[in-house]
Each structure stands twice: as structure tokens, then as C-alpha cells.
């Protein structure tokens, strides 16, 4: 390019004009590489459009063989096309022939050109195909020449986008903008969901891309960045953020790449090529977008996101949209698609019109998750650029189950689909008919189900299941998903709708299970090595008792003329339920004295879940009311093993020897000292667990609300007798295998149990 300036700003100019034009696809494309090459002094200018079954195909050129156009078909990895393509990535060679990735395709009789210059056309991080110049001389491309060719790769990634080609193209073989794709990520909540997308933030759309008068773009990209950090520097002085917490780290994360030298550098430079500022943001983070999906770092992947959320907040300065999403206004059959989400946003949402949930952040543990199975909306996490990848309205399905996502499905997979929810949707109507059926085994067993709970918007499934009660009552979400600290007027409100909810059937609230994962962003963070086995639980509300006092206070006053019943996590020893224990016994006086009508009886227990415990049983039920078994912890510590970690996670299974002898000897011991024992853990979920659990001895269990009605289903058509046979056999029995579940699935089978 003679002009290092002049040469791309006329260009886009004169792209715009043919943009304009009332021509066909075609002669469009045609035109545009005629006018990139001779722009560029570029003896060849070619487009090649990737298809949706991930080859290139050659859609135009100006230089090699036109007969070649819609003949050559490149392989996703094939050539030098391929590999700017598979990298997103421009490629620049003085001398193309000698690179390894180089591949001679005869019919495009490009052998004489040397130097070689190719650059993804890329949106949101997607590549949609390679825009490539090529001269017969050996030279090297200048910055500014490859800085152009990607601002005119822009355009026609608009023109892609636009589906504007798709005539062109042969059944089969059409852009893969708008392919159907599987996506694979991580079950957040199963359920099946068919809808349309919705994005949480809405993408900025922009729509003039080419500069009128570049001056005045590079004023407004200034004045932008000026306001942007101006913003930032209030922000963090108004000083709203909790000190140490999340929200102040990411703040001051922006403040710094606002000020960063080389991305306001690689903005300015977009400018200078011709772009109106709000391109230019995009182009940059477009690119931003590509490095990200490409890194597999952690640390820099979370620094590239919040480069690529700072120019969000920049594109919006630009375009004076605020940052608001959607909330109330749904439309129908919802499917929303965030990078992330806080629970409280989740929330906001109008639940009757929401369907499914798709994250590219957020494990099984993330509030916003615990969140989705509370309100039982099918959720599907760790989508890697799910927001770049989907329009706003693309048909959507959502498998919970095996944590696939399809976008813009094929008919045929709709249908299919369509079928299966129907089909979960009669089941579902079959468990409500068993809603208010005793939960009696066919030899005459009675067995309590009660629903775990731990939010508001889960209070409603204690009437809809025809649950017992509550058996778990997680108080930590309530600190989880809050922005703040709960008042303990908030906590009070909150015990005492669920005792409401729950019309007199027992509730057991768990105090603050907190630590570990279960962090809350504005509490000061404390490092630790082992988190899991670090300060939580039960442990920090010993030697912070200001804390465990006012929750139990606020639990003693919402049961006011009712009975209650605590419970205690992470119990490893029998002193630390002494003094637990004499707490709730202190605020009772405390209470009494000062006038406060007082529960009709206190009921105080303790949850299992570290095996310390296990070795002080006859000691503990001397003491207690009640237990809780926690499998999901117990089995944790049991076999060391991360419940949160999915490497390792699998490795052991609950429905193992090992963890059914611990679990029956609490039964044992617990009915031997005639105290109620339950199972609050994912275990008892699972309608195999659940049999084996009965086989053990438990006749108690706190399950999901999504889990009552196929547990029910199975304890109606169980012999708890043959259970116990069977179960007690196995595990008395020299050890074997490493799991038991074969032999317990066969028996299920054997039974015709609905497992
Ligand atoms: C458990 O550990 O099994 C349990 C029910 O507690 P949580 O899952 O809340 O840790
Ligand atoms: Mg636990």
C-alpha cells in the first residue's frame, strides 16, 4: 500500500459504496476484491467463506483462476487459508511456498505469487472465513497493511452475517454463520428446555462502520475513554464496593487496562484505518475475543474477559446506551445466554417465561446455579462463547441431562426433542398424581420424603410435592445470593415465611454453612490452602459467635409459638456441638428474659459429614436430637476426594462398600439410641440411592423438590425387605469390585423398580 493513511480510508469508502449498491451477492463480492487488490497493489485478492461442514470454500478472487471459485474447497486445517482460519489469527509471509502449512491447489494457479497475506474475517470471536492478498514479489507486509486488510475483513464479516450469501451457496454447503451447531458444557440443572435467545447484555449493535470524517472519530474515541475512566476512578473512590471483595478487584482491573498504552493504542490505530469509533472498539474486541477462546491460562483468560467487558462499557459510552439488561421483559419461551450472571439478576427475570439457562462461566456450585434449581429452570454451564456464538432469537435447545446445548437445531432434532419433553411432561403429571398417595413401601414401610430448600422462591414446592417438610433449610444461600451482609430483620423475615409456607410440617434449619466454596463476595476473602478443610462451617461460627448468635436469635424469634429444629454443619467433634448447643441455649435465656414469645419447643441436631464423627457416635447421640446425614461432604472425606473437582470427582462412587458400611452404622447406632436420623445429601436423590439407603436401614430422607416424585414412584413399588437382603448381603460380603452399582441396578431391574 502506497499510502499508508490515505489507502485504507478511501478503500472503505469505496467499499461503502458498493456495499450500497442494487447488485447481486456475486457481483458484489466480485467487485470488493477487485477494489482490495487494487488498493493494496495486490495482485490477487481472495475471499474464502468457511461452510457449515467446516471446510473454505473460494467465493471470490481477483488474480487466481476464476474458474476455481466455488470449485476449491479447503479443509478447516488445510493450507495457509486454513490455518489463519483454525488460529483466528492473521498470517503475513514474504515467501508463502516455503511455510510448512503451504498446500499447491493446481486450479488456482497461484504458484507464482510469493508473498502472502491472510486474516480472519471474524465477528464476536467467531471466524466466518479468510480474507487473503497475495504478490508475485517477495514482500513483507507493512502493520498498517494487515491493520487494513482486517478493518475491510469487517465489512465483509457483516456481509457473511447478513446471509446475504447463502444464495450462492449449494445445500449443504451454506455459510456456517447460522449452521446448526452442538455445543458441549456442564450440567447446571437437568430438565429439558426448547426456546429462543435472549441475551442477559444484550450485544451492542453496531451498525456504521465506516468514517465519514475520521477526526471527529478520533475525538469521540478520546472523549469515550476520558468518560470511561473518569467513571472508573468514581466508582472505586465511592468506595460501595466491599473492600478486598470481587466486584473492587475487577473495578480496579478495568481502571488499569483503561489506561492501558497498547490497547488504546491497537483502538487509535483501528480509527486511523477509517472505522467509526464504535468499529473500531469492536474490531479490537473482536480480536480480544479470538485470543481468549484460543488461551488456555486461567489468570489470563479472566484478565482478556474483563479486557472484553471494558469495551462493552466503551462501545455503550459510544453509543449512550446504558448497561441495563433485559429483566421483566421476556418474551415467551426464554432462553438466556450470559457469559455470567449474579443470582440476584437470575431472579429479576419474570421465572413463568424463562426456560432454560446457558452460561459460558459458572460451575455446578455458582450461586447463579443454585439459583436455576431453585426456580427448576434446566441450566447448562462452561459454554465457551456462547454470547458471540448465538443471534438474539435463534432457536435454542437445552439439554440439562447431558449438559449439550444445540443451536439453530435441525427440524428433525426439534421434533425429537419436542417429543421428549412431552414425554418428561406426562411423568411429570404422573408424580403429581402421587403427590398425595402415602409414601409406604409394598411391604408396608412408611418412609419421609421432605425437600431440601434454602431460598424463598423454593417455598412453593413444599406444597406442590406434598413433601413431609423441609429436612435441609441451606440458610447460607440467603448470605449467597445478597449483595450485602443480611440484616437479621431480613434473616427473621425470611425463617419466618418459611415456617409459614411450611403450614406447621417440620422445618430443620441448618446455620451458616459458609467457607469452603460457598464464599460470599462481600466478606473478606481468607486465603487458605485447603479451603475445604479450612475455616467454614460450624468452625467460624465458634470463634466469630457474634454471627451464629444473631442468626440463631432471628431463628428463635421467627418460631415464636411454633416448634423449631437447628441443626449444625461441619460437626467433627463432640465438644463443638456442646458449644453450639450452649449458644442456642444462651440466646433462649437471653430471649426469654427480655419478653420475646419463644418457640413451643426447640429441637437441636446435627449434621454428618466428616468422618471424625463416625468415631464418636454412642457420645453425639447421647447429646443430639436428631441427625442429618450430608453424603455428598461425608463421601468427600471419606475418599479425600474434591466434590467439586470433575477430574477426580468420579473417581469413587457413593454406592460403594466402603461409604454404605459408614452410612450403616450411623442407622445403627441412631435407632439403637432411638434418635430420628435422615439423609439430606444428593444421595438420597436418586431414586437407586434412595433403594439402597432403605436397604440400609433409613426411612427419612430430604431430597431436591425435582426428586420426590420419581423417589416416591420407586418406594411404592419396593420391598424394603428384599432391599435390605440385598443390600446388607453385598456389604458384608470381602470387598470386590470398586462400586456396587451393577449388582444394584440388576436387583432394580429384577423388580421392575422405576430406577
Ligand atoms: C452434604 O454435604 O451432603 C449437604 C447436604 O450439605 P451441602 O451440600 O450443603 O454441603
Ligand atoms: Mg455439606
Request: hydrophobic residues 45%; negative net charge.
Amino acid at each position: 500500500m502506497r499510502s499508508a493513511l490515505g489507502g485504507p480510508r478511501v478503500l472503505l469508502r469505496r467499499l461503502r459504496e458498493v456495499m450500497a449498491e442494487p447488485v447481486s451477492a456475486q457481483e458484489r463480492l466480485d467487485k470488493i476484491v477487485v477494489l482490495i487488490a487494487a488498493n493494496m497493489v495486490a495482485e490477487v485478492c481472495s475471499v474464502y467463506v468457511l461452510r457449515v461442514d467446516s471446510t473454505l470454500e473460494l467465493y471470490a478472487t481477483e488474480g487466481l483462476n476464476r474458474n476455481a471459485v466455488h470449485l476449491t474447497v479447503l479443509r478447516a486445517d488445510e493450507g495457509l487459508v486454513g490455518l489463519v482460519a483454525s488460529e483466528a489469527n492473521p498470517i503475513n509471509l514474504s515467501e508463502a511456498q516455503a511455510h510448512p502449512a503451504f498446500s499447491f491447489r493446481p486450479e488456482t494457479g497461484e504458484e507464482i505469487y510469493h508473498a502472502f497475506l491472510g486474516v480472519p474475517i471474524l465477528r464476536a470471536g467467531n471466524t466466518l472465513g479468510v480474507l487473503v492478498v497475495q504478490n508475485r514479489a517477495r514482500r513483507t507486509y507493512s502493520e498498517e497493511e494487515v491493520e487494513a486488510l482486517q478493518t475491510t475483513a469487517m465489512v465483509l464479516a457483516e456481509m457473511i452475517a447478513s446471509g446475504e450469501l447463502s444464495a450462492l451457496a449449494k445445500p449443504g454447503a451454506e455459510p456456517a454463520v447460522h449452521r446448526s451447531l452442538q455445543l458441549k458444557g456442564a450440567t447446571l440443572n437437568d430438565g429439558i428446555a426448547l426456546g429462543y435467545v435472549v441475551l442477559h447484555e444484550p450485544r451492542v449493535v453496531v451498525t456504521n462502520f465506516i468514517a465519514d470524517d475520521v477526526a471527529k472519530e478520533q475525538k469521540r474515541l478520546e472523549a469515550a475513554l476520558a468518560t470511561l475512566r473518569a467513571d472508573l476512578d468514581v466508582m472505586l473512590e465511592r468506595g460501595d464496593v466491599a473492600d478486598g471483595g470481587e466486584h473492587r478487584d475487577v473495578l480496579e482491573a478495568f481502571r488499569m487496562f483503561a489506561h492501558d498504552r497498547g490497547w488504546v493504542h491497537r483502538l487509535e490505530e483501528a480509527v486511523m484505518t477509517g472505522l467509526t469509533a464504535e468499529a473500531a472498539v469492536e474490531r479490537v474486541q473482536s480480536d480480544t475475543r479470538a485470543r481468549m477462546l484460543r488461551q488456555t491460562d486461567p489468570y489470563l483468560r479472566e484478565r482478556l474477559h474483563d479486557l472484553d467487558d471494558l469495551a462493552d462499557r466503551l462501545l455503550r459510552q459510544l453509543l449512550g446506551h446504558d448497561h441495563a439488561s433485559h429483566r421483566g421483559a421476556l418474551p415467551d419461551n426464554a432462553i438466556l445466554v450470559a457469559r455470567s450472571m449474579g443470582p440476584a439478576a437470575l431472579l429479576d427475570y419474570d421465572r413463568k417465561c424463562l426456560r432454560g439457562l446457558v452460561l459460558e462461566e459458572g460451575g455446578p456450585n455458582s450461586h447463579v446455579a443454585i439459583v436455576a434449581r431453585a426456580l427448576g429452570i434446566p441450566a447448562v454451564g462452561e459454554i465457551a462463547n456462547a454470547t458471540g456464538i448465538v443471534e438474539p432469537g435463534d432457536a435454542v435447545i437445552l439439554d440439562g441431562v447431558t449438559g449439550d446445548v444445540y443451536v439453530r437445531p435441525t427440524v428433525d432434532l426439534e421434533a425429537a426433542y419436542a417429543e421428549r419433553a412431552k414425554l418428561r411432561a406426562r411423568r411429570q403429571q404422573q408424580y403429581l398424581a402421587l403427590r398425595d398417595k402415602p409414601c409406604v413401601t409394598r411391604d408396608g414401610e412408611a418412609v419421609t420424603l421432605m425437600i431440601n430448600a434454602g431460598l424463598a422462591v423454593d417455598l412453593p414446592h413444599i406444597d406442590e410435592t406434598g413433601a413431609a417438610g423441609v429436612g435441609l433449610f441451606r440458610t447460607e444461600l440467603q448470605f449467597m445470593v445478597a449483595p450485602s451482609f443480611p440484616r437479621t430483620s431480613e434473616q427473621l423475615a425470611l425463617y419466618r415465611s418459611v415456617l409459614d409456607a411450611a403450614h406447621g410440617k417440620p422445618v430443620t434449619f441448618r446455620t451458616l454453612d459458609i467457607g469452603g466454596d460457598k464464599v460470599l463476595p462481600y466478606m473478606r476473602n481468607i486465603e487458605e490452602e485447603n479451603p475445604a478443610l479450612g475455616w467454614r462451617a460450624i468452625r467460624l461460627g465458634l470463634d466469630r459467635p457474634g454471627l451464629l448468635r444473631s442468626q440463631v436469635r432471628a431463628l428463635l424469634r421467627a418460631a415464636g409459638g411454633r416448634d423449631l429444629r437447628i441443626m449444625f454443619p461441619m460437626v467433627a467433634a463432640v465438644h463443638e456441638f456442646d458449644e453450639a448447643k450452649t449458644l442456642v441455649e444462651r440466646e433462649l435465656t437471653h430471649l426469654r428474659r427480655h419478653g420475646h414469645k419463644l418457640p413451643d419447643r426447640v429441637e437441636i441436631g446435627t449434621m454428618i459429614e466428616v468422618p471424625s464423627i463416625l468415631f464418636q457416635l454412642d457420645e453425639l447421640l447421647d447429646r443430639v436430637d436428631f441427625l442429618s446425614v450430608g453424603s455428598n461432604d461425608l463421601v468427600q472425606f471419606l475418599y479425600a476426594v474434591d466434590r467439586g473437582n470433575a477430574r477426580v470427582a468420579n473417581r469413587f462412587d457413593a454406592l460403594s462398600a466402603p461409604v454404605l458400611r459408614a452410612l450403616k452404622a450411623i442407622v445403627d447406632r441412631a435407632i439403637a439410641h432411638g434418635k430420628p436420623v435422615s439423609l439430606c445429601g444428593e444421595l438420597a436423590s436418586q431414586p437407586l440411592g434412595a433403594l439402597t439407603l432403605i436397604g440400609l436401614g433409613y426411612r427419612s430422607f430430604s431430597v431436591a423438590p425435582s426428586a420426590i416424585g420419581p423417589v416416591k414412584a420407586m418406594v411404592l413399588e419396593l420391598d424394603a425387605k428384599r432391599a435390605q437382603e440385598l443390600v446388607c448381603g453385598l456389604i458384608a460380603k470381602p470387598l470386590g469390585a470398586a462400586s456396587l452399582r451393577d449388582k444394584l441396578t440388576a436387583f432394580a431391574e429384577a423388580e421392575g423398580l422405576p430406577v
